[in-house]
């Protein structure tokens, strides 16, 4: 069974659509778990009109902030397999049968895949986040706490992970570097496919992507650090 883990917050504009792109990949036992972290707009009730039984909603009584709100979809998911997903993207037909093979035919623990990088009406960018963004995947931990290659979006992982991983310690500066560094400190076997099974919108809507201040960046490192220095 697949669960898709996804946050929600004001995101009208592009909920449907990423919605569709994913439900027709699904089969009928899997799930979407979303958390509306407490939208001002018609997200919700654009979520409600699917009527698909297959989306399960859930709107939290104060703003938590995604990392947060993505604690809460995977503490209540239930499936083997977990993808996370952005509010505002778009999956590509196949996102879901590459990245099950992988764990299937490589029994990996955790898949990260490429995406296309797009604005806000999907004319390209790059072919590759990966490269657009500089990401950096290795073995090691520490190389991941300096500069984080991992993006939510293009993550999958097993019910192992989540059973080791969360609650998330209090002080992470973002889920998924936190969950990547950890499979990379605790020997797990990721997966990296250089193929794109995806369109991430990049916009001034954006909610994730954090500040470049060099203090906030020193600090956000140094707390990942602590964190995975205690497991």
Known sequence: M???CLATYNGE???KEQLQSILKQLAQ???IIVVDDVSTDHTVSIIQQLNDSRVKLFRNEHNLGPIKSFQKALEICIGDYIFLSDQDDVWL???VHKVLLCFEQHHAQLVVHDSI???????????????????????????????????????????????????FP?????HDSWLGAYCQKKGLRIDILSEALSLYRRHEDTVTGGSHKIIKMLMDRMLLFKALWRC
Request: overall charge positive.
């Open 2 to 4: 697949i669960s898709v």
């Open 13 to 15: 504009r592009y909920i």
């Open 29 to 31: 036992k899997d799930e």
């Open 93 to 95: 037909d196949e996102k």
């Open 117 to 167: 990088v797009t604005d806000a009406q999907l004319n390209t960018i790059s072919n590759s986040w990966n490269l657009y963004n500089r990401n950096r995947f290795t073995s090691s931990w520490l190389l991941t706490v300096i500069k984080n290659p991992y993006t939510g979006a293009n993550m999958a992982f097993t019910r192992s992970v989540i059973e080791n991983t969360v609650p």
């Open 170 to 174: 209090s002080k992470i500066p973002m």
